[in-house]
Nanobody
Framework: QVQLVESGGGLVQAGGSLRLSCAAS????????MGWYRQAPGKERELVAW???????NYAESVKERFTISRDNAKKTVYLHMNMLKFEDTAVYSC????????????????WGQGTEVTVSS
């Protein structure tokens, strides 16, 4: 059973920082891409950032220069460092991991974290 467990959300003032973590556990062969989506009330889900197994990173324009995604492959964990937070960053943040369950798997399977709330007060 593969699980992704998130931590690190909360309430922060505008201009502040938070770090989200998402740790994968269970039996599987390897992890390909990992990333973060967010969904604000009344808005569509937005892909915030993702990182490949080789640690190449990509960001939504709205968070470039403020957010940094990183991963620790030994810990099977992806992080989202969020700086200079704005009111409009308020959302539920969900991590994902594209996991190869077996060495012979032809494609990866996407697993999701439970979601963590980030609230930025103005």
């Amino acid at each position: 059973q593969v699980q992704l467990v998130e931590s690190g959300g909360g309430l922060v003032q505008a201009g502040g920082s938070l770090r989200l973590s998402c740790a994968a556990s269970g039996r599987f062969f390897s992890i390909n891409d990992m990333g973060w989506y967010r969904q604000a009330p009344g808005k569509e889900r937005e892909l915030v950032a993702w990182i490949t197994s080789g640690s190449s990173t990509n960001y939504a324009e709205s968070v470039k220069e403020r957010f940094t995604i990183s991963r620790d492959n030994a810990k099977k964990t992806v992080y989202l460092h969020m700086n200079m937070l704005k009111f409009e960053d308020t959302a539920v943040y969900s991590c994902y991991a594209d996991i190869l369950k077996y060495r012979a798997s032809l494609s990866s399977e996407r697993f999701w974290g439970q979601g963590t709330e980030v609230t930025v007060s103005s």
